[in-house]
């Protein structure tokens, strides 16, 4: 990764421009070293992805039927028609 920082009303002189551009073309170059603990995704998991907006609510709606996760419209009924819960 490379860091490049620049300071509000400090002129970047054509010599420490040329500098920090060397920088990034040699991060560029160098290969990418991914986490042990989050390794490259095989095709089959990128596959399982679910996008997380939706152009119109019917196809959320029927995204996350198809999840199995709760039909929308049972909760929307029970989100407002259940009063709220007050605790003391």
């Known amino acids: ?9 400090k002129e970047l002189t054509p010599e420490r421009d040329a500098e920090l551009r ?4 040699a991060a560029a170059k160098r290969p990418y070293t991914y986490d042990p603990d989050s390794p490259l995704l095989t095709e089959q998991q990128l596959s399982e ?3 997380v907006h ?18 929308p419209e049972l909760t929307d009924q ?11």
């Open 1 to 9: 990764m490379a860091i490049v920082r620049y300071t509000a009303g």
């Open 49 to 51: 992805f679910r996008p």
């Open 54 to 71: 939706f152009a119109t609510e019917e196809e959320r709606r029927a995204s996350l039927r198809e999840a199995g996760i709760v039909d």
């Open 22 to 25: 060397a920088q990034v073309r």
């Open 78 to 88: 029970i989100t407002t028609n259940t009063p709220a819960m007050v605790t003391m």
